[in-house]
């Protein structure tokens, strides 16, 4: 369905009767919309007993960085009042910042993956789909998950057990 105006609010787009987008920035990033869609939340699948999982930057200042996602959650913004564990200050261009200060959150409990956005202006995408505000989403490894410019890879690494227990 093609981008039309939202009748009820002055200047911006409607995408996919979903997503409201104002018209200036449409027309910059109308190729971008052509794809979006917002999603719920399917169930999470288990991670495999002993993984180490890592968030590796394929998109912005610093590509092949690594973040470890912790036992439960891991923050994802720019610095500011609240922590952080991702620090996007540093891998956002400087004359584009995007993200939020508490972006997004990564989850990793019950050895399951779940990522949230905080309910930001800009959105959290996982494999180019926008999430819904404050829903975890399930995300397992090669996921790409695009905050503003920033693209990581959910990378997953399986520890190998030892022959036998003496």
Not at 39 to 57: D, M, Q, T, W
Not at 118 to 132: D, I, P, S, W
Request: aromatic letters at 6%; charged letters at 25%.
């Amino acid at each position: 369905m093609p981008a039309r105006f939202h009748p009820r609010t002055v200047g911006a787009l409607v995408h996919d009767d979903s997503v409201v987008v104002p018209s200036w920035e449409f027309r910059r990033f109308a190729h971008a919309y052509t794809r979006m869609t917002t999603v719920s939340s399917p169930s999470p699948e288990p991670l495999p007993e002993g993984s180490l999982a890592k968030l590796s930057v394929v998109r912005g200042q610093r590509v092949g960085a690594a973040y470890p996602i912790k036992e439960g959650s891991t923050m994802i913004g720019r610095e500011g009042g609240d922590a952080v564990d991702v620090n996007l200050d540093e891998l956002e261009r400087a004359e584009l910042p995007v993200a939020a200060p508490q972006h997004a959150c990564v989850r990793l409990e019950n050895n399951c993956l779940t990522v949230e956005d905080l309910k930001t202006e800009h959105g959290t995408y996982v494999n180019r789909t926008r999430l819904a505000w404050s829903t975890p989403y399930p995300i397992k490894a090669d996921d790409i998950i695009q905050i503003g410019t920033v693209q990581f890879r959910v990378a997953v690494k399986v520890k190998k057990k030892t022959g036998a227990a003496k």
